[in-house]
């Protein structure tokens, strides 16, 4: 009985490390200074993205503060390496800080945000090609 209890917590073990292997983890730091052109803006945000490999969908919560004013729009863009401008790739559903959502990504769109050519990027009506950024990169 014992050996039978052992073997099926070995088991759902396994399972639990062989499910945790399939996900990655992300992070951008947002502010101005990061924009293209680079914005005078006083604010700052983080964006913590995990990858989930098998469903091909992304989770995330986006904090964000000291915006000109209330955020207007917010995706993730890309293909882009850091100081280029790139199209828009995941649309966000903008909302008050945090922002937490999920979308299922395309081969080409996982291929991005692994290989670092994704950022994020919050639009306000001062700012509106972006007023804060960040580039998603893998979590340390």
């Known amino acids: 009985m014992a050996r039978k209890f052992i073997l099926g917590l070995a088991g759902v073990a396994a399972f639990a490390v062989a499910g945790a292997a399939h996900a990655e983890d992300f992070t951008a730091k947002l502010s101005g200074a990061s924009e293209v052109p680079p914005t005078k803006s ?9 990858l989930d490999k098998a469903s091909k969908t992304i989770s995330y919560t986006i904090t964000y503060s000291g915006l000109s004013g209330p955020a207007a729009a917010a995706h993730f863009h890309g293909p882009a390496a850091a100081g280029a401008n790139a199209g828009v790739e995941v649309p966000i559903a903008i909302g008050p800080s945090p922002i937490k959502g999920s979308a299922k990504l395309t081969d080409a769109q996982m291929a991005d945000l692994e290989g670092g050519k994704m950022y994020v990027n919050i639009h306000t009506a001062e700012n509106k090609g972006g007023e804060i950024r960040g580039q998603v990169m893998p979590k340390m």
């Open 42 to 50: 006083s604010g700052t945000g983080t964006a913590n993205i995990s």
